[in-house]
């Protein structure tokens, strides 16, 4: 790298006095690379509705903005596939407005823009991996780090790295803390300058920077916690876990002003020696060990992404055209767009929990493989020394077995010897000696043999116990192993469990206050959609007033229908209560006379029983007595309306057999009787009192219906007869501007003696010329004294070409 100084331009599309030039390598070039095209036609397509410079049109240069805009998407790719973005060419060029534009070459000074700082250095080359952050990072190391820049002060550097600063943070509208910090002398002057941004080292820079943009809150996973302007999420007490390493440092300000920490002189120079040790392996093999490594790490980051993620709720949002305050749809419309943006807030918060839960759960998996890679050094330490104590205790045995064996046969060598010397001293004394010789000799071949035996024996069995020893002491480690693995992925889902649950409590707190501001939004967006309403109402008085007009005349009309029913109903009424009088009248006459009737029968029935009580002495006269019996059979007969036949039974008797009539059966027939009789009389009298009460109660109820409706209707044709009473000038003035608001000709001939009658008839048939004249006629005083009517007569003279009279009239309203 090395800078060069500054000349002037031509027309250019880019303006910033700082822009980018890059070429990425042939694999990653859009003609080579399908999806590297895709983003680029993504990302230039969002800058073009947003009027920006698109970065298709702009290529190989780029503002900062552009160019930050795309790497972040090349961020992504590079994490996917867990390989580097590499460039051919990187460079920051230098461009002034005010001079003529002519596009210099690279590595060259001239032109206008021109080359100013480049990055294509093997030891400082610019790459896009899945740690991208943003390129000041890589862009202030490398003007303090670049040999070439040897020669420049630190003040000269600084003062470049200002300039670049501003610039760039004018180009992408970041804050300060989103970028690389500065270092101190100090620093500098070590050498390897290392950077790093503030916001995303110290958590309390991301705070601050939330609570300043409004922006969503910060999740720090130590704590399970957000932390805002209210609740921040360290307190002077406790350090972040992410600025724990920076704590190590000492604080220190610079002469310009910029906040650095002195990195101890161990630590850099361990990192110095790791450098120039990776600097001098082939540069093949540092390939493939950085490839292996960002294999596992994605696989480790996969994993931990799966089981930390939690998806953010979302309001339910819909496609709504926009809608001006005081239209249907205003307060939906308003709340449609609120939820979308929270819907937005909500969505960065939970990619930020979810990755914060992803770097925890990492970190605990790391621990835990550690304590199992721990565990299992233990196992196998205790168990180093298995087989040397397992074959000392075989040997062991066997040779206390031996011993047993030995001893039992050298005793019966000592026997068998014994027999023989007693032989030999009996006949051969020479061959004692003989005898010793080969017994000796016999025992340390049957000591070597038996030995021998047991000594395979003892290596046999060792085997197989071992053999035996060493699958039952796998089988044991394996199961620990298990029990180990089982136990900390337990509490790694239980943490990531725990972690999703603190997470999505979080979300739904925030989703709760999102859903109380869509609350207040509602009554804030329906306050104002009721003022707006507002405009509305002369027409919904009109309906009103054409309404309550139109009142009296419907009501009249329904009260003389009710009427004529009323009187319908009282005309049957009238009859069935004449009708009842009649059959009243009629079963009173026929009581009076079976009354008469009864009266007579019981004297005739005292007589006859008087004559039969005289006749029973005198048997003779029985032809008398049997004619009085038919006389009072059908005397009774009559008056109960059955008359009855004599039967034949009755008419063949002899006349030589007398009929006997005592006087106690004559006495119960007649009380049987009297009490049907009675009975009788008794339910007419009921019936024909219930037939009484309910004519009656109908005639009254209908009475009195009749007279609450003819109270009703003459009511209201009172207040019909007011309606139609001429009105005054003034409420004619308003019945006529509501016929105007409704657009009614017919309405508003009835109010011909209204004041401006000709120049509402013409903006209600919508003739220039007749409103024309109208407003001509009213002089000097063009106040209208409405503005529905002010604003369509300046249309219609407007249309008719009169703009100075329409002019007068909206001065005037």
């Given at each position: 790298?090395s800078?060069?100084?500054?000349k002037r331009?031509?027309?250019f599309?880019?303006t910033?006095p700082?822009l980018?030039?890059?070429?990425l390598?042939?694999?990653?070039?859009?003609?080579?690379?399908s999806?590297i095209?895709?983003?680029l036609?993504?990302?230039?397509?969002?800058q073009k509705?947003?009027?920006?410079?698109p970065l298709?049109?702009t290529?190989?240069?780029a503002?900062f903005?552009?160019?930050e805009?795309?790497f972040?998407?090349?961020?992504?790719?590079?994490?996917q596939?867990?390989?580097p973005?590499?460039?051919?060419?990187?460079?920051?060029?230098?461009?002034?407005t005010?001079?003529?534009?002519?596009?210099?070459?690279?590595?060259?000074?001239?032109?206008?823009?021109?080359?100013?700082?480049?990055?294509?250095?093997e030891?400082?080359?610019?790459?896009?991996?899945?740690?991208?952050?943003?390129?000041?990072v890589?862009?202030?190391?490398?003007?303090?780090?670049?040999p070439?820049n040897?020669?420049?002060s630190y003040?000269?550097?600084?003062?470049?790295?200002?300039?670049?600063?501003?610039a760039?943070l004018?180009?992408?509208?970041?804050?300060e803390?989103?970028?690389?910090?500065?270092?101190?002398?100090?620093?500098?002057?070590?050498g390897?300058?290392k950077?790093?941004?503030?916001?995303?080292?110290?958590?309390?820079v991301?705070?601050k920077?939330?609570?300043?943009?409004?922006t969503?809150?910060?999740y720090d996973p130590t704590?399970?916690t957000?932390?805002?302007?209210?609740?921040?999420?360290?307190?002077?007490?406790?350090q972040?876990t992410?600025?724990?390493?920076?704590?190590q440092a000492?604080?220190?300000?610079?002469?310009?002003?910029v906040?650095?920490?002195?990195?101890?002189?161990n630590?850099?120079?361990e990192?110095?020696?790791?450098t120039q040790?990776?600097e001098h392996?082939?540069?093949?093999?540092?390939r493939t060990?950085r490839?292996?490594?960002e294999d596992?790490?994605?696989?480790?980051t996969?994993?931990?992404?799966?089981?930390?993620?939690?998806?953010?709720?979302?309001f339910a949002?819909?496609?709504l055209d926009?809608?001006?305050p005081?239209?249907k749809?205003?307060?939906?419309?308003?709340?449609?767009?609120?939820?979308?943006?929270?819907?937005?807030?909500?969505?960065k918060?939970?990619k930020q929990?979810s990755?914060?839960?992803?770097?925890?759960?990492?970190?605990?998996?790391?621990?835990?493989?550690k304590?199992?890679?721990q565990?299992?050094?233990?196992?196998?330490?205790?168990?180093?020394?298995?087989?040397?104590?397992?074959?000392a205790?075989i040997?062991?045995d066997?040779?206390?077995?031996?011993?047993?064996?030995i001893?039992?046969?050298?005793?019966a060598?000592?026997?068998?010897?014994?027999k023989?010397?007693?032989?030999a001293?009996q006949?051969?004394d020479?061959?004692?000696?003989?005898?010793?010789?080969?017994?000796?000799?016999?025992?340390?071949?049957?000591?070597?043999?038996?030995?021998?035996?047991?000594?395979?024996?003892?290596?046999?069995?060792f085997?197989d116990?071992?053999?035996?020893h060493?699958q039952?002491?796998q089988?044991?480690?394996?199961?620990?192993?298990?029990?180990?693995?089982?136990?900390?992925?337990?509490?790694?889902?239980e943490?990531?469990?725990?972690?999703?649950?603190?997470?999505?409590?979080?979300?739904?707190e925030?989703?709760r206050k999102m859903?109380?501001?869509?609350d207040?939004l509602?009554?804030q967006?329906i306050?104002?959609?009721?003022?707006?309403?507002?405009?509305n109402?002369s027409?919904?008085?009109v309906?009103?007033?054409?309404?309550?007009?139109?009142?009296?005349?419907?009501d009249?009309q329904?009260?003389q229908s009710k009427?004529?029913?009323?009187?319908?109903?009282?005309?049957?009424?009238?009859a069935?209560?004449?009708?009842?009088?009649k059959?009243l009248?009629?079963?009173e006459?026929?009581?009076?006379?079976?009354?008469?009737?009864?009266?007579?029968?019981?004297?005739r029935?005292?007589?006859?029983?008087?004559?039969?009580?005289n006749?029973?002495?005198?048997?003779?006269n029985?032809?008398?007595?049997?004619?009085?019996?038919?006389l009072v059979?059908?005397?009774?007969?009559?008056?109960m309306?059955?008359p009855?036949?004599?039967?034949?039974?009755?008419?063949e008797?002899?006349?030589d057999?007398?009929?006997?009539?005592?006087?106690?059966?004559?006495?119960?027939?007649m009380?049987?009787?009297?009490k049907g009789?009675?009975?009788?009389?008794?339910?007419?009298?009921?019936?024909?009192?219930?037939l009484?009460?309910?004519?009656?109660?109908?005639?009254?109820?209908y009475?009195?219906q009749?007279?609450?409706?003819?109270?009703?209707m003459?009511?209201?044709l009172?207040?019909?007869r007011?309606a139609?009473q001429?009105?005054?000038?003034?409420?004619?003035?308003q019945?006529?501007?509501i016929a105007?608001?409704?657009?009614s000709l017919?309405k508003l001939?009835?109010y011909?003696?209204?004041?401006?009658?000709?120049?509402d008839?013409?903006?209600v048939?919508n003739?220039?010329?007749?409103?024309?004249?109208?407003v001509?006629?009213m002089?000097?005083?063009?106040?209208?004294?409405?503005?529905?009517r002010?604003a369509?007569?300046?249309n219609l003279?407007?249309?008719?070409?009169n703009?100075?009279?329409?002019?007068?009239v909206?001065?005037?309203n």
């Amino acid at each position: 790298m090395s800078f060069f100084h500054r000349k002037r331009k031509q027309k250019f599309l880019i303006t910033d006095p700082y822009l980018v030039r890059f070429e990425l390598a042939s694999d990653f070039t859009p003609e080579n690379n399908s999806q590297i095209k895709q983003i680029l036609d993504d990302v230039s397509k969002v800058q073009k509705e947003n009027h920006e410079t698109p970065l298709s049109e702009t290529l190989p240069f780029a503002s900062f903005k552009t160019a930050e805009d795309f790497f972040d998407q090349l961020r992504s790719v590079a994490a996917q596939n867990a390989q580097p973005i590499n460039f051919d060419y990187f460079a920051v060029w230098t461009y002034d407005t005010n001079e003529p534009t002519k596009i210099g070459k690279p590595s060259s000074g001239d032109g206008n823009p021109h080359e100013l700082i480049t990055m294509n250095r093997e030891d400082h080359q610019f790459t896009i991996n899945s740690e991208y952050q943003n390129m000041t990072v890589q862009l202030f190391e490398v003007i303090f780090n670049d040999p070439d820049n040897a020669d420049f002060s630190y003040e000269d550097k600084l003062d470049y790295c200002k300039k670049l600063r501003e610039a760039y943070l004018n180009s992408t509208q970041l804050d300060e803390s989103q970028i690389a910090s500065l270092p101190s002398m100090n620093e500098a002057n070590k050498g390897n300058v290392k950077l790093s941004i503030p916001s995303l080292s110290h958590p309390e820079v991301a705070v601050k920077e939330a609570e300043n943009n409004n922006t969503a809150p910060v999740y720090d996973p130590t704590s399970h916690t957000f932390s805002n302007a209210s609740t921040p999420a360290t307190t002077n007490n406790e350090q972040p876990t992410s600025a724990k390493a920076a704590s190590q440092a000492e604080a220190t300000v610079n002469d310009q002003g910029v906040r650095t920490f002195d990195t101890p002189t161990n630590v850099t120079n361990e990192a110095r020696e790791t450098t120039q040790s990776a600097e001098h392996q082939p540069k093949r093999e540092r390939r493939t060990m950085r490839k292996s490594v960002e294999d596992e790490a994605q696989e480790q980051t996969d994993l931990a992404r799966t089981k930390g993620h939690i998806d953010a709720p979302q309001f339910a949002v819909s496609v709504l055209d926009p809608v001006e305050p005081g239209h249907k749809g205003y307060v939906e419309y308003q709340l449609n767009q609120q939820m979308k943006t929270y819907n937005t807030i909500l969505k960065k918060m939970g990619k930020q929990i979810s990755s914060k839960n992803e770097k925890a759960i990492i970190n605990v998996r790391q621990t835990f493989s550690k304590q199992v890679d721990q565990a299992i050094q233990e196992f196998d330490k205790k168990h180093e020394h298995d087989d040397d104590k397992l074959f000392a205790n075989i040997q062991n045995d066997m040779k206390d077995k031996a011993n047993d064996k030995i001893k039992e046969a050298n005793d019966a060598v000592d026997l068998k010897t014994q027999k023989l010397k007693d032989q030999a001293k009996q006949s051969y004394d020479s061959q004692i000696n003989e005898i010793n010789h080969q017994a000796e000799k016999e025992k340390i071949d049957n000591e070597n043999n038996i030995m021998q035996n047991f000594t395979n024996k003892a290596q046999d069995i060792f085997s197989d116990q071992l053999a035996e020893h060493d699958q039952k002491l796998q089988k044991s480690k394996d199961e620990l192993v298990h029990k180990l693995n089982l136990k900390y992925e337990l509490e790694s889902r239980e943490q990531a469990a725990q972690l999703r649950a603190d997470g999505d409590k979080i979300l739904q707190e925030a989703f709760r206050k999102m859903n109380d501001n869509l609350d207040n939004l509602k009554s804030q967006t329906i306050r104002e959609n009721n003022s707006a309403k507002e405009v509305n109402i002369s027409q919904q008085r009109v309906e009103n007033e054409k309404q309550r007009l139109e009142a009296p005349f419907k009501d009249l009309q329904q009260a003389q229908s009710k009427i004529q029913a009323m009187q319908d109903r009282l005309s049957t009424a009238t009859a069935e209560r004449d009708q009842y009088k009649k059959q009243l009248t009629d079963q009173e006459a026929l009581l009076h006379e079976s009354s008469h009737k009864m009266e007579a029968m019981q004297e005739r029935i005292n007589t006859l029983t008087t004559k039969q009580a005289n006749d029973k002495v005198s048997k003779s006269n029985n032809d008398s007595v049997e004619l009085l019996n038919k006389l009072v059979t059908l005397q009774v007969a009559q008056a109960m309306g059955k008359p009855k036949t004599i039967t034949a039974e009755q008419s063949e008797q002899q006349p030589d057999q007398p009929v006997e009539a005592t006087p106690a059966n004559n006495n119960s027939n007649m009380n049987l009787m009297m009490k049907g009789f009675k009975r009788l009389t008794f339910v007419l009298i009921v019936v024909i009192v219930a037939l009484l009460a309910l004519g009656g109660w109908g005639f009254v109820h209908y009475s009195q219906q009749l007279t609450n409706n003819t109270k009703l209707m003459n009511a209201k044709l009172a207040k019909a007869r007011q309606a139609n009473q001429p009105i005054s000038q003034k409420e004619a003035d308003q019945k006529a501007l509501i016929a105007l608001h409704e657009n009614s000709l017919s309405k508003l001939n009835k109010y011909s003696n209204e004041q401006y009658y000709n120049l509402d008839k013409a903006i209600v048939e919508n003739n220039a010329s007749a409103a024309q004249s109208a407003v001509q006629g009213m002089g000097n005083n063009l106040h209208m004294n409405d503005h529905y009517r002010a604003a369509q007569a300046q249309n219609l003279l407007t249309k008719a070409g009169n703009n100075s009279l329409a002019k007068k009239v909206g001065d005037a309203n």
